[in-house]
């Protein structure tokens, strides 16, 4: 695998990880009963980017290197099996 191909699964499965990870945790405004004028109810009371950005990127790193070792180990569909014929 090489380096540019390596750099862009990993950026793809962080952006994709990263907009799962979002809704979980947040409370809203609403929810924290203090809503701020000229906001929406629904918007997030509490600004956490950051945290979310740094656990996003050792999720990642784990899943990528999951994903750089079923690449290295040669395994294949034909390794797993499967139920039906074949």
């Known amino acids: 695998m090489s380096i540019a191909y390596g750099l862009a699964v990993y950026f793809m499965m962080w952006w994709i990880l990263l907009f799962a990870a979002l809704p979980f945790g947040v409370r809203?405004?609403?929810e924290e009963g203090k809503v701020v004028?000229?906001?929406v109810?629904?918007?997030p009371a509490r600004h956490?980017?950051?945290r979310v950005a740094m656990w996003n990127t050792v999720?990642?790193?784990i899943v990528f290197a999951g994903f750089v070792w079923l690449r290295q180990s040669g395994l294949t569909l034909d390794d797993i099996s499967l139920p039906g014929p074949r």
């Open 37 to 39: 004028p000229g906001t």
């Open 59 to 61: 999720v990642t790193t």
């Open 48 to 50: 956490r980017m950051w």
């Open 41 to 43: 109810e629904s918007a």
């Open 28 to 30: 809203t405004q609403e």
